[in-house]
Structures are given as C-alpha cells and as structure tokens.
C-alpha cells in the first residue's frame, strides 16, 4: 500500500515555462512534507518542504503547495531551466524528532528542453 | 557546505559474499538513517538511529543484514550474505532536528 503517490512518472517543459509536480498521500498523519531532486549515480538533494500548518512555502524559483484536505501537493518550478531535470522525489513525515521517518514517492523524471 | 559521506561509492560483490557500507553524517547530527533505493522506486527505510541507539529497524532484513553506530558518528551496514535482490543503491542520511534529512552520495552495490 503506497502512502505517497506520484501518479505521473515523467514530466516534459519547455525552458522558461512552468514545471508542476504533483504528489498524492493518503495518510492523514502525515505533517510534514518535502521535496528532494535527485540526479543518476548520486543521493537525493533536499530542495523546500512545508509544514501541515502551512498551505505554501517558497524558495526562489520553487514553491510546495499544500492542500490537506485534497492530501495533494504540488512542486512547482518557474521558470524552468535545462538543469532542472533530474528526479524529483516526493515525501512525508508523520512525526518529529527522533521517530521523523520519511516515506517516499516513486519519483518524477522532468526533463527541460531548451 | 557540510556533507554526508559515504563510501565506497560502487560495489560489485559476489552472492554470498560479505559487503559493508559506511556513513559519516553531517557534523552534530543526531539522527542518522539508512536507505535502500531500488531501481525506479523511491528509497525506503531500512534502520534509523538517535545517537548510538536503533530508533527504527522494522524493515531492515535482520537475518542478513546489521547496522551499528557503536561511538553515536559514524556508521556501517553489512550484509552478509549478499543476495542478488539486494542490488541496489544505499543511501546514507542525517538530521539534526528530525525535519529535513540530508543524504550522502550513496554505494551503489551489484550482486552478482
């Protein structure tokens, strides 16, 4: 049973456009929520996360959106650029401290054409 | 910046045979986790430690594999023996205050 779903393996954007990835879970302990970026042969890249208490972070060209009562958030990347593509990962906590287990999202592979 | 290190990056091992990873976790971090990332999935946790002690090793498969942390720094899983279902990547990672997780490089390991 997948606790955190991304439903869309792969995601093509034109350069300077708008990236949007979307992340489904479905466990409702869920509190805190990130995104990691992960190129091949190398471990994954903390990017932004947000707190259930919050419906938006931003960072840069990135912002999460939450929506709770959806359990949906979205990653979204503007504008787009070539070495934006990489596998952005999904993932979820249900507590803090020491039991801050994460669980992960299969990925979405985005590629920017320039 | 302060890293995660890991080593060796690569392994190619034979079945049965013994393999060992090691994990440095950023400076000060409390909390050091392990992963086991297979092709095409996202990484799931194998064992997580607070300081020296296992806070979590529900998942790790403990008829062949272990985990210490004996000083509350550094790290090492083993597998003995290694099978060819544990081809995959091991990614080391660690948190100061249990939010964001920061990983290391990984040990890609090949049983063959």
């Known amino acids: 049973d997948q606790q955190v779903k991304q439903n869309s393996p792969s995601l093509s954007v034109q350069e300077g456009r708008i990236s949007i990835l979307n992340c489904d879970y479905t466990n409702s302990m869920f509190d805190y929520f990130l995104w990691y970026k992960k190129y091949p042969a190398e471990g994954p890249t903390f990017l932004i996360s947000?707190?259930?208490?919050?419906d938006k972070n931003e960072d840069g060209r990135f912002t999460v959106f939450l929506n709770k009562s959806a359990k949906h958030l979205s990653l979204h990347i503007v504008p787009s650029q070539p070495g934006d593509s990489a596998v952005y990962f999904c993932?979820?906590?249900?507590?803090?401290?020491?039991?801050?287990?994460?669980?992960f999202g299969k990925g979405i592979t985005l590629s920017v054409r320039p | 910046e302060a890293e995660v290190a890991q080593s060796p990056r690569y392994k190619i091992t034979e079945k049965s045979q013994a393999v060992a990873f090691w994990c440095d976790p950023i400076?000060?971090?409390?909390?050091l986790y392990w992963y086991r990332q297979i092709l095409g999935q996202g990484p799931e946790l194998l064992v997580q430690?607070?300081?020296?002690?296992?806070?979590?090793d529900s998942q790790l498969p403990k008829d062949r594999f272990s985990a210490e942390r004996l000083k509350g720094v550094d790290s090492t899983l083993k597998i003995q023996p290694a099978e060819l279902g544990d081809s995959a990547m091991y990614l080391c990672?660690?948190?100061?205050?249990?939010?964001?997780?920061?990983f290391g490089p990984g040990t890609r390991l090949t049983v063959t």
């Open positions: 990672a660690s948190s100061k205050d249990g939010y964001e997780q920061y």
């Open positions: 430690f607070q300081d020296e002690s296992v806070v979590d």
């Open positions: 400076s000060g971090h409390a909390t």
């Open positions: 947000i707190s259930s208490i919050k």
């Open positions: 993932a979820a906590s249900g507590e803090t401290g020491a039991n801050s287990k994460l669980t």
